[in-house]
């Protein structure tokens, strides 16, 4: 079965740390531009950061620009976010992605599953 399962949501207080990681089953990764996704409730879903098939290119959102760090290790077939200084307004649920085509596009060939991020005090 062609998918990306992630892991590593959870809860985590203003200031805290995450790393969520989506790993591909079925096909691999590394032809493929990678990103992270995020919706919080009532909100339209938003791009947090991408990755270019070759890692030689990376975007990301402002409001997360020095927080946050995406990575890829095609060994692994598994790709990452590493969530730091997190803040209230990161609150959503996360969803990584990956096209063959589109880099930092909405438009993805697969979507994982989606982990909440809660960060509460």
């Known amino acids: 079965q062609l998918q990306l399962v992630e892991s590593g949501g959870g809860l985590v207080q203003p200031g805290g740390s995450l790393r969520l990681s989506c790993a591909a089953s079925g096909f691999t990764l590394n032809s493929y531009n990678i990103g992270w996704f995020r919706q919080a409730p009532g909100k339209e879903r938003e791009g947090v950061s991408c990755i270019s098939s070759s890692g030689g290119s990376t975007n990301y959102r402002e409001s997360v620009k020095g927080r946050f760090t995406i990575s890829r290790d095609n060994a692994k077939n598994t790709f990452y976010l590493h969530m730091n200084s997190l803040k209230p307004e990161d609150t959503a649920v996360y969803y990584c992605?990956?096209?063959?085509?589109?880099?930092?596009?909405?438009?993805?060939?697969?979507w994982g599953q989606g982990t909440q991020v809660t960060v509460s005090s």
């Open positions: 992605a990956a096209s063959k085509v589109y880099y930092c596009s909405g438009r993805n060939d697969y």
